[in-house]
């Protein structure tokens, strides 16, 4: 099944680290940032495993919890953490889940047969606290994803939740934002009495809080 942007994040019941844990119950009024890999006791995902923990107050300030899957079972998982932990110099808190049997793996379209049969690719979703995917990223096996750009698009979808802008081409917290078209330049003014400067009449830019 292939999910998209503002579908509901099919919920699911399933064994974890941290005991059975359900997805929409265990996500209560967080962002979820739900991400796949391919396998315990493999040295990218070790990385990206310690990269997660290593930004759990980044993840945290953001109201987001993570929540790591893999076609393995918890109790692999479990002794993996300790490599993790002991390589990373971090002590990981978040949840994985055991998906042996590629249940939520399938469900979510984790499994790319090109890449493997068996084992998920690098597979995204930020999960607003609505349960609606907001975001979605796949990487394949061989590349370890970057932190700094998952935190990035955390912060432009929750600024544009909280202000209505959108963010340009390698926005960074801080920088100038867009008013979206669909704004018309009166109500701009109102919403945006710090003002606003028009580039093109459908490019505005502007800066918020
Ligand atoms: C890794 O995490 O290192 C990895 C896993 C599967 C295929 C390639 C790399």
Same mark, same amino acid.
């Given at each position: 099944?292939?999910?998209?942007?503002?579908?509901?994040?099919?919920?699911?019941?399933?064994?974890?680290?941290?005991?059975?844990?359900?997805?929409?119950?265990?996500a209560g009024d967080s962002w979820v940032?739900?991400?796949?890999?391919?396998?315990?006791?493999?040295?990218?995902?070790?990385?990206?495993?310690?990269?997660?923990?290593?930004?759990?107050?980044?993840?945290?300030?953001?109201?987001?919890?993570?929540?790591?899957?893999?076609?393995?079972?918890?109790?692999?998982?479990?002794?993996?953490?300790?490599?993790?932990?002991? #390589?990373? =110099?971090? !002590?990981?808190?978040? @949840?994985?889940?055991?998906?042996?049997?590629?249940?939520? &793996? +399938?469900?979510?379209?984790?499994?790319?047969p090109d890449e493997s049969e068996t084992?998920?690719?690098?597979?995204?979703?930020?999960?607003?606290?609505?349960?609606?995917?907001?975001?979605?990223?796949?990487?394949?096996?061989?590349?370890?994803?970057?932190?700094?750009?998952?935190?990035?698009?955390?912060?432009?979808?929750?600024?544009?939740?909280?202000?209505?802008?959108?963010?340009?081409?390698?926005? #960074?917290? =801080?920088? !100038?934002?867009?008013? @979206?078209?669909?704004?018309?330049?009166?109500?701009?003014? &109102? +919403?945006?009495?710090?003002?606003?400067?028009?580039?093109?009449?459908?490019?505005?830019?502007?800066?918020?809080?």
């Amino acid at each position: 099944m292939s999910l998209h942007i503002g579908d509901t994040a099919p919920d699911f019941t399933t064994d974890s680290t941290i005991g059975e844990l359900s997805l929409h119950d265990w996500a209560g009024d967080s962002w979820v940032f739900f991400f796949s890999h391919p396998a315990d006791f493999t040295p990218v995902c070790t990385t990206e495993m310690g990269a997660t923990a290593r930004n759990a107050d980044e993840f945290a300030k953001r109201n987001v919890k993570p929540l790591g899957l893999s076609t393995d079972t918890a109790e692999e998982h479990r002794a993996w953490i300790a490599d993790v932990n002991s #390589t990373q =110099g971090v !002590d990981l808190q978040f @949840p994985i889940v055991d998906d042996a049997d590629m249940t939520i &793996a +399938r469900h979510y379209d984790m499994i790319h047969p090109d890449e493997s049969e068996t084992a998920a690719v690098r597979s995204v979703f930020i999960i607003d606290p609505d349960k609606k995917i907001r975001l979605t990223m796949t990487y394949p096996m061989s590349v370890g994803r970057n932190f700094a750009e998952i935190l990035r698009v955390i912060d432009s979808l929750q600024l544009a939740d909280r202000a209505g802008v959108v963010t340009p081409a390698d926005w #960074t917290p =801080g920088g !100038d934002v867009i008013i @979206p078209p669909s704004v018309s330049d009166e109500d701009a003014k &109102a +919403r945006f009495p710090q003002g606003f400067k028009t580039v093109l009449p459908y490019l505005r830019t502007t800066r918020v809080d």
